[in-house]
């Protein structure tokens, strides 16, 4: 079974479908599900480098006003009635619907809680908002996503950025700033950015499968078969399927009537953020805890990027003062900032 949204789908071969083979492919740190492949002719191959549609029973046809109409993403028009594209689109979205539908239910019924954040922070940094349905599919919808690749948070970001990218950021014995909503969506944008230049301001599907399986391996295919169209580049699987399946998710979330998707959102993520506390000795998250009256789970879920087995804000990082922001449930930011002032953990007046 596969339990998240970023798996690689079923191929099934041409005609006839195949038995079903289990495989491990070190993709993304899954076990994942494949078909077996009937060889393709010579004269496909000939064909030129358009990449051939998996065949599909499709339970869930495209609405018509997707699939009559001209389709956007990323404001790019997708060519949605070519018949390769509408197949591929379409296996991807019965893909979600059936064989993760209920990672894609909890993950839709939560979607409101950040998606304002996310779209403001790519909008801000000059990234097309539809870059927001790439973070489920990379992340499978978990904050603290970590890949056997070492991707972490939601944009499964490898490595932090530094200097170069415009921003600091660290990994350490006591947080991952990968896991900051604000910092890890801002170094993603330097990524995504820095991709599409040196790719000859690609296209954004076509830079998106490349942050995915690797800017030098889409160069070097783009090179190999002469063109710069996601559609007809014989991209990896992974990066394929990925890239598809953030056009299948904003096609199924924009109408969700349509396939009978129907529950309450949760309500937007908002909190208090004490910032500037400048800290005269450690202070551990179930201090916090204690001065708001919550769990300490909750003090660690609106500050992802501590450490749990750290589980604390040091006064000193190397020797050197450190200045925090630390996030608090809505209305509780006062509340906090007076127990700090009253147990002496702070030596100046921080901001709320």
Known sequence: ????????????????????????????????????????????????????????????PLPEAVSEKPFYFCGELVPIRRNDVHSRILYQTNFLLLDARSVLTDWISDKSKHVWLLEELLVKEGI?????????????????SQSRQAGVGWWSLEKSCDPADGMDMSDDTWHDDRLDLDLATRCFSAKIKRIRKELGDASWLMTAAAYMSGQNTVQDLMRRW???????????????????????????????????????????????????????????????????????????????????????????????????????????????????????????????
């Open 1 to 60: 079974m596969i339990t998240g949204l970023s798996g690689t789908t079923p191929r099934r071969e041409s005609g006839r479908m195949s038995g079903i083979v289990r495989r491990a492919v070190p993709a993304f740190g899954l076990i994942l599900l494949s078909m077996v492949l009937a060889a393709p002719s010579p004269i496909a191959i000939a064909a030129g480098p358009i990449k051939e549609s998996p065949a599909t029973c499709s339970r869930f």
């Open 128 to 144: 097309p908002k539809d870059f927001v349905w790439l973070a489920p599919i990379l992340s499978g919808a978990n904050l603290k």
């Open 226 to 352: 002469n063109t710069g169209d996601f559609w007809d580049l014989p991209l990896p699987d992974v990066a394929e399927d990925l890239t598809v399946r953030c056009i299948a998710l904003k096609i199924i979330y924009s109408n969700r009537d349509y396939f009978g998707l129907k529950f309450k959102s949760a309500p937007p993520f908002t909190c208090d953020l004490v910032a500037d506390v400048a800290l005269t000795k450690d202070l551990p998250v179930a201090e916090v805890a204690r001065m708001v009256g919550i769990p300490s789970r909750v003090v660690l879920e609106l500050n992802p990027k501590l450490k749990p087995s750290s589980g604390l804000f040091p006064a000193q990082v190397k020797g050197k003062a450190h200045v925090h922001s630390i996030a608090v449930p809505k209305g509780k930011g006062s509340v906090l900032l007076e127990k700090l002032k009253m147990d002496g953990y702070v030596m100046q007046s921080p901001k709320s």
